[in-house]
């Protein structure tokens, strides 16, 4: 099993999480969450002051899947979240040990 | 001459307008500082309306308005006020209002100003020391000034005595001196006694709701309407004037910012109109019944453009007037003290003078410096000395530990929201436990 972990654009949610459902994802975590990369901040004007916000509002979305399923996935996210334009986010992919179902005990794929 | 029930009830509703321009202050002022202390910012603007009412009572309306005769400040004839009951109120001539609706009406300049202040020191005062100087201050700062401006003589209980600024002939209607270059010169004295806050210039410093801001400004446009128009003492002809310039100059303080802020930096702001909205009340407000409805919008416009530069000056000058008491209170006040050396005029008012548009000599405008120059000289130099006094003493600021973690959390033991950066903690804010002090175990 991997872990999916996307940093996307905030208005860009609804997309990716189409997107996972046409998948046949069952369910993903989603987070605010910020950050800074290539895209930079921006500049507010506050009474003639200017403040640079260099951290960028993004959704981190967390989705964890059967490895047969990894690839799939992330082209449905990439897909989904890219405007082509700087500031579209990162994806990356990590191995997960094992997952558990709390309400069910099941282990595994099966918790998925 | 008998109480008239229009005069009465429409003082009355001004007093209360009045009123409403200090928690107004609270909001305009609350929104612009940070989540973490936007609850001291508001209960500055309160223990200003506890502190400063009760000393009204006690002997401030006493030492504003009573004659002593040395034209500085009052005597204490009047402590207590239970003497005006059954009486006119009689400032310049008898007026058909109960004496004591004239005083609760002049009580609300006296909070107002003091809850002005508060904007320069944002952040980082210890709430004592802050009672503490509201009561020092308007004692030995706004109760004389305002018996300088607005005392003109053969007071509620008989004598002559007027303030020596408004013997000098300073017009000032509804208090440009009295109240915001008061407010302003003192706001830039204690900053610079206080110093700056943790990261100030360095870190942005954004407001934290701007909705707040510009809710507190409308509060301040509508309260505004009882400060100037209600400053004649009666429903009449210079009330309806007071009213119409104040409408027009606001208006054109809120374009004259705006103008200002979409050329130099691009986009016209919504803190830009509140903050030009106010600049234009603060100048209007000493010339609201003495100049026309033109002169008005010129006076709003100017004010608008002419604050919308001072603001920036303080990063500039390096002093920390967080909210720019100064940028708008006091240059606004100036601005538009000085502008009725301009557009004065006796077409509307008899008891006015002619400025110098109106053929008018320079006279008018030496008076009105003169008025200006006093009233900031004297607010900035005893509130120096206060400032000082309270450092050496107990101490002026919260420790710069409390000051980052946020003064609402240090001083009040509250906060003001349960989400956000900081204060609040989202849904954890619910994990814990719920106890109850109890006494004598």
Known sequence: MKIITAIIKPFKLDDVKTALEAKGVHGCTVSEASGFGRQGG????????????????????????????????VEAIVAGARTGKIGDGKVWVTPVDSVIRVRTGERGTEAL | ??????DTAWVLTAAALVLLMTPGVAFFYGGMVRSKSVLNMIMMSFLAIGIVTVLWVAFGFSLAFADSGNGFIGDFSLN???GLVGHLAQNGGQYPIPALA???????????????????????????????????WVTLVYFPVAHWVFDFGSDTLGGDGAGWLANLGVLDFAGGTAVHINAGAAGLALVIVMGKRIGFG????????????VLGASLLYFGWFGFNAGSALGANDIAALAFTNTMVATAAGVLGWLIIEKIRDGHATSLGAASGAVAGLVAITPACAFVAPWGAIAIGAIAGVICA????????????????VVGVHMVGGIVGCLLIGFFATTEVNA????????????????????GAGAVMAYSFGVTVI??????????????????????????????????????GGGILAGVGHAGRRTEGN
């Open chain 1, 42 to 73: 921006h500049t507010e004007v506050y009474r003639g002051a200017e403040y640079t916000v260099d951290l960028i509002p993004k959704v981190r979305v967390e989705v964890v899947v059967d490895d047969a399923e990894v690839d799939a996935v």
């Open chain 2, 1 to 6: 001459m008998e109480i008239s029930a229009g």
């Open chain 2, 80 to 82: 207590g006020l239970t």
């Open chain 2, 102 to 136: 004239f005083a609760m009406f002049q009580l609300m300049f006296a909070i107002i100003t003091v809850a002005l202040i508060s904007g320069a020191v944002a952040d980082r005062m210890k709430f004592l020391a802050w009672g503490i100087f509201a009561a020092a």
């Open chain 2, 202 to 213: 360095k870190v942005p410093m954004k407001p934290h709701s701007l909705p707040f801001v």
């Open chain 2, 309 to 324: 530069f001072a603001v920036t000056l303080k990063y500039r000058l390096g002093f920390d007037d967080s909210l720019d």
């Open chain 2, 351 to 370: 008891l006015g003078k002619d400025g110098l548009f109106y053929g008018g000599t320079f006279d008018v405008l030496r008076v009105q410096a003169i």
């Open chain 2, 386 to 423: 206060l400032a000082l006094i309270l450092k050496y003493t107990v101490k002026l600021r919260v420790s710069k530990d409390e000051e980052q973690a946020g003064i609402d959390l240090a001083v009040h033991a509250e906060s003001a929201y349960e989400f956000g950066e900081s204060g």
